[in-house]
């Protein structure tokens, strides 16, 4: 009588080793890209520097005449944030917006503190060229080939 030995166990330590590895170095990039598209769908909608800016973007008559009716924020291209405990933060955003004439970026500047909002700088850039200074009303560059406003 013979005996036959059972079959070696198959470990699957390479594999579950290698998936792990890949978990460590792509999970952070999930969470950043998870976090940065929730904050395109709906953190911007409520975040109370955006709101305030739409809010004043949509009432500014320099705006209106170059943007046109129906103001509204499109995206946040960029931004950047500092936070001091006790003394509130500052935030710089870049804005797209557009309206029923034309597309453009805010360059926005504000600090918060308190739980209010105060807009430091608000500055309009058109794909043409033209800046304009909304808090000032003030055209900063002229359209390319055109008569200032």
């Avoid at 699957?12 to 952070?28: E, I, K, R, S, Y």
């Avoid at 509204?72 to 004439?101: K, M, Q, W």
């Avoid at 304009?132 to 002229?142: C, G, P, R």
Wanted: aromatic letters at 8%; charged letters at 20%.
């Amino acid at each position: 009588m013979t005996m036959t030995q059972p079959a070696p166990r198959r470990s699957n330590g390479c594999l579950w080793g290698c998936l792990a590895l890949l978990l460590v170095f792509f999970l952070p990039v999930v969470l950043a890209g998870g976090y940065g598209a929730w904050f395109l769908w709906q953190g911007f909608r409520n975040d109370p520097v955006l709101r305030t800016v739409a809010e004043l973007t949509r009432k500014d008559g320099l705006a209106r005449r170059v943007l046109g009716d129906g103001i509204h924020v499109t995206g946040v291209a960029g931004n950047a944030f500092s936070f001091v405990p006790g003394l509130g933060s500052h935030i710089d955003y870049e804005v797209a917006i557009a309206g029923s004439r034309a597309t453009g970026v805010l360059d926005v500047e504000a600090d918060t503190a308190r739980g209010r909002v105060e807009i430091r700088t608000l500055i309009l850039t058109l794909p043409d060229g033209a800046r304009y200074d909304l808090l000032k009303d003030h055209v900063l560059t002229e359209p390319n080939g055109s008569v200032s406003i």
